[in-house]
């Protein structure tokens, strides 16, 4: 099996599936040659696809049928070869460039020339879980179908949103193929997997845009020849502040608070807002405000933090009723 893709009326061999709206692609399994037509490419290169595919049929005796297929028309069986390839990507012309400099050669095309991406994963015309495929689609909120399953691929990160109403195939699907982009790349690209309606994180990178680059680097801080002003300081100065009347009133001060703090499990910020803590025996208590009250520590379930794939299973995130504060416990 050989893909191929024409390039100024020339074959060039590419090892990976993607397929751009503005050009024209030969796939040979010997006994069919199928020309694949994007449905943005010229009169030009669809002359040179079918002169190409009657050379690679000559050049073997002229037994393979040439069969065409138009973008969006593609049959069952063109779709299965293709996906013995892998997921079948169809990206639109202004991204190819990138795309296939990374499947001709093989390596992540490098983080500086990424775009950021959006893909539709949807069941709806495909009876066959293995003759399905990946389309882009506009990186806009109003490109989300509740009845499909999207991928954004952000280049060091990657992911995946059911829809209320998707089915097991695409949630299946988004998940092998999420999975693939993040094997393709050199480094640590985990999907996070969204429901609809508990995905404020999707939507934010969404608004962020197309060329947004995420990275995971951590800024550290300069070096001080006084002492720092340590976690403690700061929780106790913002609990102060905002209990002022209270503290005035009681028996305890400003320093007994900061050695309940530096007692308590050291945490963690992310972009989310969101706290992680060591988890600890005993009462679970808020990392913010100590509130301790069961009633008012509300659990539930953190999308973001995967612990088995399959079954998924996923981590747990607390919130306070009194502060309002969000942890996570590792």
């Not at 009326?9 to 020309?35: H, M, R």
């Not at 999207?150 to 998707?166: M, N, P």
């Not at 951590?218 to 020849?225: G, H, I, N, R, Y």
Request: aromatic fraction near 8%; charge should be negative.
């Amino acid at each position: 099996m050989r893909l191929y893709i024409v390039d100024k009326l020339e074959l060039k061999e590419i090892n990976k599936p993607v397929f751009s709206t503005g050009d024209v692609y030969l796939l040979d399994d010997e006994a069919t040659i199928f020309i694949w037509i994007g449905a943005k490419c010229s009169v030009d290169e669809k002359t040179g696809g079918a002169a190409q595919a009657r050379k690679l049929d000559q050049e073997r005796g002229g037994a393979a049928k040439i069969i065409t297929v138009d973008q969006n028309q593609e049959t069952s069986e063109f779709l299965k070869l293709v996906a013995s390839m892998g997921p079948m990507k169809i990206v639109e012309k202004n991204i190819a460039k990138t795309m296939l400099k990374d499947v001709m050669t093989g390596d992540f095309a490098g983080f500086t020339e990424h775009v950021n991406v959006m893909y539709r994963v949807s069941s709806e015309e495909f009876e066959d879980i293995n003759a399905m495929k990946m389309l882009q689609v506009p990186f806009s909120k109003d490109s989300l179908d509740t009845e499909d399953c999207f991928v954004l691929d952000l280049g060091t990160s990657v992911y995946v949103w059911h829809g209320a109403a998707c089915n097991v195939k695409e949630k299946v699907k988004a998940g092998q193929w999420a999975r693939n982009i993040d094997a393709e790349r050199a480094g640590d690209q985990n999907e996070t997997i969204f429901e609809e309606g508990d995905d404020a994180e999707f939507l934010a990178a969404i608004d962020r845009g197309e060329n947004y680059k995420m990275s995971d680097a951590v800024q550290l801080s300069a070096d001080s020849d006084m002492e720092p002003e340590s976690e403690a300081d700061k929780i106790a100065a913002a609990v102060v502040d905002e209990h002022k009347a209270e503290i005035k009133d009681a028996d305890y001060s400003v320093e007994d608070i900061k050695k309940e703090i530096s007692a308590a499990p050291v945490a963690t910020s992310s972009s989310d807002g969101i706290l992680t803590i060591e988890y600890t025996e005993g009462r679970r208590k808020c990392p913010k405000c100590f509130n301790e009250n069961k009633s008012m520590i509300h659990e539930s379930t953190d999308k973001t933090n995967i612990i088995l794939d399959y079954p998924k299973m996923y981590g747990k995130k607390y919130k306070c009723g009194e502060c309002g504060q969000e942890w996570r416990e590792k």
